[in-house]
């Protein structure tokens, strides 16, 4: 029987159009902590999420659509 390895991950982002909902199921189901809060300057609103300490953040939710045909929208 072979195991995987741990699996870690850092410093990725994902377009949502439900940003409450969104940082809902992160925090709640995922474990992850609410680690910063940010706006793009007239643009995304950003919620940056971790479980490391040590990380600013491993994932950042933004608002909006991704810039055509990059990312995926939630």
Do not use: C, K
């Amino acid at each position: 029987m072979t195991t995987s390895p741990p699996v870690s991950f850092s410093h990725f982002g994902i377009y949502v159009t439900d940003l409450a909902r969104m940082e809902d199921f992160y925090t709640r189901v995922l474990g992850l902590l609410v680690s910063d809060r940010g706006q793009v300057p007239g643009g995304s609103n950003l919620v940056f999420l971790s479980r490391d300490p040590d990380e600013h953040h491993q994932i950042v939710l933004a608002t909006g659509p991704p810039a055509r045909g990059r990312g995926s929208t939630w």
